[in-house]
């Protein structure tokens, strides 16, 4: 199965995930979330099928995301509104973000990344 990779290229934690997901051989298409920002129809989606809430995507240590004082504001806002805010700019998205059939991933963490694809470690 290929499995959609949505990252920044700048990003050390996107460095470390593809370098997991290339040790361990799993097949990915590439994509720029700065390039090409998830919608608001993919990002309900991963939502959905993530069962994460919605501020789980938010990319709270970024930069636009204390420029805008997004955390004072989520608290007031609904889901539909922030889902519509994500869908502005790929820099609030927390990254990288694994999307396959199935399962959606945000944020690299190799223990649950290595469980939910269920990938045996190497002795």
Request: hydrophobic fraction near 35%; glycine fraction near 4%.
């Given at each position: 199965?290929k499995?959609?990779?949505?990252?920044y290229?700048?990003c050390?934690?996107?460095?470390?995930?593809?370098?997991?997901?290339?040790?361990?051989?799993?097949?990915?298409?590439?994509?720029?979330?700065?390039?090409?920002?998830?919608n608001k129809?993919?990002?309900?989606?991963w939502?959905?099928?993530?069962?994460?809430p919605v501020?789980?995507?938010?990319?709270?240590?970024?930069t636009?995301?204390?420029e805008?004082?997004?955390?004072?504001?989520?608290?007031?806002?609904?889901?539909?509104?922030?889902?519509?805010?994500?869908?502005t700019?790929?820099?609030?998205?927390?990254?990288?973000?694994l999307?396959?059939?199935?399962?959606?991933?945000?944020?690299?963490?190799e223990?649950?990344?290595?469980?939910?694809?269920t990938?045996q470690?190497?002795l």
């Amino acid at each position: 199965m290929k499995y959609l990779f949505v990252c920044y290229k700048r990003c050390s934690t996107c460095a470390k995930a593809r370098k997991w997901l290339n040790e361990n051989g799993i097949e990915y298409e590439e994509r720029d979330i700065k390039e090409f920002n998830p919608n608001k129809e993919e990002l309900e989606k991963w939502i959905a099928v993530s069962r994460y809430p919605v501020n789980k995507f938010f990319n709270t240590s970024g930069t636009l995301y204390k420029e805008l004082h997004l955390k004072d504001k989520l608290p007031n806002m609904s889901d539909e509104e922030k889902i519509k805010l994500l869908a502005t700019d790929g820099m609030l998205v927390k990254r990288p973000i694994l999307v396959g059939e199935d399962i959606v991933l945000a944020g690299f963490k190799e223990e649950l990344w290595s469980e939910a694809l269920t990938v045996q470690p190497t002795l």
